[in-house]
């Protein structure tokens, strides 16, 4: 099943612009190597900082991922990051029958909540559509989506009761990407975004103001 929106938006096992042959025996980029491109030129908000990271080289035959996170703008390098995640894209030609396509995207992203978090019944429905949201938000198509989201409370006691209590939400989901031949860049830059866009939610950040633009933030 095939699931579309209208709302938002690492080191490659086998990085590089590989080739294939076209018609003629002319040469045409491969789909993977247009996807690289667009997740290597993609831009995302400011506060969102995002690093190439070695790609798992067992689950499809090409692979990107990144690691991601949240820092706002008045906090330095030095800062904890408020929110962290890894994106990872797969591709792999002969369409595992789970996928429905060729590609598939592996994600997790994790914060620190507010308390009352904890207690809500509804927070992982809540998690949840804040993915499908931020694919939406970006009018993307994808299918087959898979995922958990789990909210952790910790409590301290004895010696520790004085440190209050903590609630991290963290969510691992899997979708796959329906690109259109040709826009690999385009759509897989929107798919990151999108994922982008989550993580920043779940730090709490507001959306960005009509006009405001993002700016790149890949960091090799």
């Not at 994600?107 to 620190?112: D, L």
């Not at 499908?132 to 520790?160: H, I, N, Y």
């Not at 963290?170 to 040709?182: D, F, H, I, N, Q």
């Not at 939610?201 to 790149?216: Q, R, S, W």
Request: with cysteine.
């Amino acid at each position: 099943m095939v699931s579309r929106g209208s709302g938002p938006r690492p080191r490659s096992g086998t990085a590089g612009r590989s080739t294939a042959s076209g018609p003629a025996g002319t040469s045409a980029v491969s789909p993977f190597a247009l996807a690289l491109d667009g997740i290597r030129l993609a831009t995302t908000r400011p506060e969102l900082r995002l690093e190439e990271v070695p790609a798992p080289t067992r689950l499809a035959p090409q692979a990107v991922a990144l690691s991601g996170e949240v820092v706002p703008s008045h906090l330095t390098e030095d800062d904890d990051a408020i929110a962290t995640g890894r994106f990872v894209l797969l591709h792999d030609p002969d369409c595992p029958e789970p996928w429905e396509g060729p590609w598939r995207i592996v994600s997790y992203a994790k914060a620190e909540m507010e308390p009352e978090v904890g207690h809500d019944p509804l927070a992982g429905q809540a998690g949840w559509s804040w993915l499908t949201d931020a694919l939406e938000a970006a009018d993307l198509t994808w299918a087959a989506p898979a995922g958990t989201v789990t909210c952790v409370t910790s409590e301290s006691f004895g010696a520790l009761e004085d440190r209050p209590p903590t609630v991290e939400l963290e969510l691992r989901a899997s979708w796959t990407p329906v690109l259109t031949p040709g826009r690999e860049a385009e759509e897989t830059a929107a798919h990151l975004g999108a994922w982008g866009d989550l993580l920043c939610t779940l730090a709490g950040l507001p959306p960005l103001p009509e006009g405001v633009v993002a700016i790149t933030g890949l960091r090799r």
